[in-house]
T-cell receptor, first 111, second 113 residues
């Protein structure tokens, strides 16, 4: 039982490049979330999903897109990366509104 | 808008001491509250989840309490150990249909030998 996994662990992008972060969970959770964590700002919700095929905006959705084609996977895309998107990205999942479980994070640097 | 505050931002205690971490929130209409720990460079590990109808939850040396009406939760750590050194975060989930958690900015705990 791996829990919540994220790939990649680290990535460096140049401004304007695109990339996709992958989150996978093996707990059969309905809800999945993408957060970013920045010093002094705490954790902020980017997008979330309440089930396969659904997505919704969180607090800071601009510049990001998401997809949930399979229940176990939640993808976060950056179409044109900007230095302001340098951050640590965390994926989480929960069975509806219960306990949230987090992945290990992806450290992204945009030059 | 829900705001979650954790004071102090940092705390240093000698090994063996009992300690209390505080979490306060502005909107008492919550569904549950969750405590996490985060080690440097790592993800968040769930410690305890308290439903809005509960007053406290215990796991080993940890005890979390919830006073919804006053907008407060405390995390009590008994007989602290150096391995407890980490940042502790609380997060509240609102009642109703909203799904997102609102996080505090955390208390960084150092337990010294």
């Amino acid at each position: 039982n791996a829990g919540v996994t994220q790939t990649p662990k680290f990535r460096v992008l140049k401004t304007g490049q695109s990339m996709t972060l992958l989150c996978a969970q093996d707990m059969n959770h309905e809800y999945m979330y993408w957060y970013r964590q920045d010093p002094g700002m705490g954790l902020r919700l980017i997008h979330y999903s309440v089930g396969e095929g659904t997505t919704a905006k969180g607090e800071v959705p601009d510049g990001y897109n998401v997809s949930r084609l399979k229940k176990q996977n939640f993808l976060l895309g950056l179409e044109s990366a900007a230095p302001s998107q340098t951050s640590v990205y965390f994926c989480a999942s929960s069975y509806v509104r219960d306990e949230q479980f987090f992945g290990p994070g992806t450290r992204l640097t945009v030059l | 808008k829900q705001e979650v505050t954790q004071i102090p931002a940092a705390l240093s205690v000698p090994e063996g001491e009992n300690l209390v971490l505080n979490c306060s929130f502005t909107d008492s209409a919550i569904y549950n509250l969750q405590w996490f720990r985060q080690d440097p460079g790592k993800g968040l590990t769930s410690l305890l989840l308290i439903q809005s109808s509960q007053r406290e939850q215990t796991s080993g040396r940890l005890n979390a309490s919830l006073d919804k009406s006053s907008g407060r939760s405390t995390l009590y750590i008994a007989a602290s150990q150096p391995g407890d050194s980490a940042t502790y975060l609380c997060a509240v989930r609102p009642s109703g249909t909203a799904s997102k958690l609102t996080f505090g900015t955390g208390t960084r705990l150092q337990v010294t030998l």
